[in-house]
Every structure is written in C-alpha cells, then in structure tokens.
C-alpha cells in the first residue's frame, strides 16, 4: 500500500522525535488547539460570504456541514462557548458520576498515544448501562442532543449512539461494549490518565495496544481505504515502539484476522525509526 505524503522524510524524523517526547498532557492541549483552530478558519470562511454573520449562523452551519443538523436548539451567541475538551470531559464525568465503566478510544485516544491531530468527535466505549438510561440522558442540558430511543437501540443492538453538544459544535460517540473478547480484554486494560491543570480528574483511557488493534479492524473493515487511520497506527507504533507489548499485539491481531495489517504496519514504522 502506497500512502501520498506532502512530508520529507527529514521533516518526518523531526515530526516523530517531537511527539516522542511530548507528554499526554501536551498531545491533550493539542487536540483542543486543533479543534479551536478549524472552528476559527470555518468562521472566517463564513464571514467571507456575510461579513456581519452571527456566532449563531455560522455555529449552525457547523453543525450542518460536519454533523448533519439542519435544526438543532443552539444557545451558541454565548460570549465563551465550551470547548471539545470540556465537552469530553462533562461526558466522561456523567458516566464516573453514574459508576458506568469506560473509556476513551478513537482518534482522540491515538492522538494521546502517538501523534496528535484534528478530530471532529470523540469515541467512547462504556459497559451496558440499561438501569441507568434515563439519569444518563436527564444528566445533560438543553446544549446537548441526546436520544433515549437511541441508547436503548444502542443496548439492544450493542452499537453506539450519539450527544452532540451545539455550543461548542462538538459529537461525542458512546459506543456500548459488545459481549466479544476483545472487547472485554479492552475494556479491562483501561487505564486511568492525569491530564490537564492539578486537581482535575483523570480520564479513563484505552491502552495503546488497544487502540491499535481496533483501528486497524477498522481499517479492514473499510475495505483498507483509510489513510488517517493508517497514520493513527504508525504514530502509535512509532512513538511507543519500545512500550508496547507485543505478545499481547500479536494474539489479539491472530484473533481479529488483522495479521497481516500489524506486520506492515509494523515494518513500515520501522522504516521511519531507523532514520530516527
């Protein structure tokens, strides 16, 4: 497979060095400069077409263009709108509050383990919590969108479901835990992550290994045509190398019938190490 790369690979060694050496606190930081920073330029484009456009057209469009919401209750005029960063953590503290297990998975989890990057939702996996939908959804204000329809079929079928918070324009995925192996082995090696300024509470996080693996599942299951989550992969691998378990790497990716995938990615992210 032949990925197109607009990076020299000079600059690349000096990308990876980089991201080897910031802490998860910083790769955190990062993800919510990128997300303030393609809301910034997504603003400036609408006030191109309508100069004197409000925050509350243009944070509509937002949510039309990247989510599909052509009418969503907005309070978006408000001086300091929420941030994705807030917006994660007022879910992740709904489901602690209510002792419903999780943890962060994703490209906001990959962003933490390898290379940072801009990422328009966050992915959650979380334990059934059937006996807890109601105080789950009556948790959030009239900024969220959230459907108990939708995380009763999300029980029922083990999918996901869907908050969208319109202030900040923001999508958080909950993905119920399938009755699987694989995701039961995940979801017991979550770890507990200090992010942010002192005092704050930690985030449950998926391990590295983890993370790894369920993208390049789904890799495979879309037909391998994912350059971004082929990228996810190689920062991981690239950044951990020494910190990953490998047996572990190998009999999940033997279960998961990704072989294959884990090798090459493994090869080509040792390629870039060597000019490290």
């Not at 997504?42 to 509350?56: E, F, I, K, N």
């Amino acid at each position: 497979m032949t990925i197109l790369s607009d990076t020299t690979p000079e600059a690349q060694r000096i990308w990876i060095n980089a991201f080897r050496g910031y802490s998860t606190a910083k790769k955190w930081r990062l993800v919510g400069q990128a997300f303030r920073t393609a809301r910034a330029l997504h603003a400036a484009g609408c006030r191109q077409t309508q100069l004197d456009a409000p925050r509350s057209a243009i944070n509509r469009d937002w949510l039309a263009r990247q989510y599909g919401c052509r009418e969503f209750p907005s309070r978006s005029d408000m001086a300091e709108p929420l941030s994705n960063l807030q917006v994660l953590r007022e879910v992740l503290s709904v489901l602690t509050r209510l002792q419903i297990p999780h943890a962060l998975g994703g490209s906001m989890a990959s962003s933490l383990h390898g290379i940072a990057r801009l990422t328009l939702d966050a992915d959650i996996a979380a334990e059934p919590f059937a006996d807890k939908i109601q105080s789950f959804g009556a948790a959030f204000g009239p900024a969220y969108y959230v459907s108990q329809l939708a995380i009763e079929d999300a029980h029922r079928l083990r999918s996901s479901f869907n908050l969208i918070n319109a202030e900040a324009g923001f999508k958080v995925d909950v993905f119920i835990r399938p009755d699987e192996p694989f995701a039961q082995s995940a979801m017991a090696r979550r770890q507990l992550v200090l992010i942010g300024d002192a005092g704050e509470e930690p985030i449950s996080l998926q391990s590295a290994e983890d993370v790894i693996l369920y993208k390049l599942q789904w890799f495979r299951l879309g037909q391998e045509s994912s350059q971004q989550q082929w990228k996810d992969v190689l920062g991981m691998l690239t950044t951990r190398q020494e910190r990953l378990d490998e047996a572990y790497l190998q009999k999940w990716a033997v279960q998961l019938q990704v072989t294959d995938l884990l090798l090459r990615a493994q090869a080509e992210a040792n390629q870039q190490i060597q000019g490290l």
